[in-house]
């Protein structure tokens, strides 16, 4: 496959000007831009470039409204709720992280809910912002239904991420960032592409068999992860993000990856603690924990990897599939 | 095995009088009891009675101080920092859960954050009574170190539990209680005292490497739940409840089932959010989801079981060993 080699810069106005090109406000554009990019800058590509034919798809149908601004009320001293109203997502994101680290020095801790939202890309980008501002933070979203309740059969609940970070002393905020499936979906999806089987324990089938069937798959479930307890965690997500924000639970919300149809009003949970709420020191020792992972053989600190990609790519600029660059740079023409 | 059953309120007056002829003070002894007859009262019988013999023999030794008076700080508006003083963890939770739902009610959300603290017990207690006044709460809990990073061999994080609870609409909460642990580590202490293996998939021995012998698992980590997934979530726990709160990491607490040594100083965080902080009507939408899993067939809605068993015990009395009331009624004597 022919790729080439942008710039930060130049694949960051790819983003913008498609975007704006297919009927999206230029601020809304840029917001969008900066989480692509950023998801690329991390290794995420599934949630980069590739992204955008179906954004700006969702755009041109009107499944996201493009000039969508954004609404935020606050709701309580220490909580916000901020309605996105079915534009993208990012520019609920960044409304809420504009006001949370202050909300949180004065609070202790504050909240973000975020409702009538779309697909919020690589969950620790925004916690992982907030953390090089001195605050811990969890985020998490639901996504339309794709894993069962453990035993059960239907689709109930999205594969939902969960990502977690803090600020450490004298380094890059440890970055946690997972979701509730045992694999991303998205696997799954490319084994169909391709063609071939998936390995046992990642799906279910409609009937509720483990299945190595890619297609069969995609009409059936994900295996949560941690089996029961991947589904537990779930109710959680789902509740924080949707049943308490107003927006749809997963098995309300249309498919994500429809061109056309109702705009999905998905959710979105954020918390954040001041890290210096509670007792002194508490950055240091985040520290002192982080560095007993990365002193052992073997064990990893989560974000690493992440963090070390982005450097590297910052400098070497960020490759795409001429294919990817044509489809992108023809849409909205 | 010879068992007697004791009416609720009897049994709760064994764990008092007990507690107090070792060496703690009546409204200290009163919150353990409450804990302890709670775990029994779920059918969460490892963290009942049977924890009365070594709770006495911490204080007796010294290591849990029965007299300690838990001290409350409100650090911010939405922040409370609680030292239990070495004492028992429950004091110290109940001082938090009294204060938190007022100001979740102000601020939307709160935190109590808990240190110098003991066994918390079982996790979805404290999430359910916060449920019970309309708050969903989130509760985190660190202990001595029983898993390792993933990849690593060198424990770091405790079996360390996530319980999440919410307020349903005409029925009670959902409460959801998990350890970051594939399974609970006193189920590797049961087969070494059985003299059986435990099945593969529990433990790794001290090489990192799994077993099946239960003595070579007490020596090694347990594995986490999800693979790698458990062991960030393990980051996030012990950064909230120790690293925020001043408490022992995992890898720096001593062990719980030693009777003399140091004392623990382990910690403990609970987050309560305000069900009306947001968007109207939360508590409905939660039950809905709540009836859509119910409603699923082979599928089981969180904490259900356990609230079905407290009805059932709360007039059936609880079960409890003869030798087990024996050496209770015989401790401090």
Known sequence: MQTRTLPVAEARSLVIDTLIRCGTAPQNAASVAEALIGAELTGQYGHGLRRVPLYAGHVLSGRVDGHAAPRVRKTRPGTLLVDAMNGF????????????????????????????????????????????????????????????????RRPIFGTDPIAFAAPLDGAEPVVVDISLSKVAKGKVMAAVQRGEPIPEGWALDADGNPTTDAAAAMKGTMVPMGEAKGTALAIMVEMLCAGLTGANFAYEAPSFFALEGDPMNTGQAILVIDATAMAPGATARFAELASQIEGMEGARLPGRRRQQIRRDLLTSGIEVDDSLYAEIEALGR
């Open 89 to 152: 997502a990012y520019p609920a994101m960044d409304l809420a992280l504009a006001e949370l680290p202050q909300m949180a020095r004065e609070n202790g801790i504050a909240m973000a809910g975020i409702g009538g939202s779309h697909h919020c890309g690589v969950a620790g980008l925004p916690v992982e912002a907030l953390a090089r501002q001195g605050c811990i933070a969890i985020f998490m979203a639901n996504a339309p239904a794709a894993m069962a309740p453990w035993g059960g």
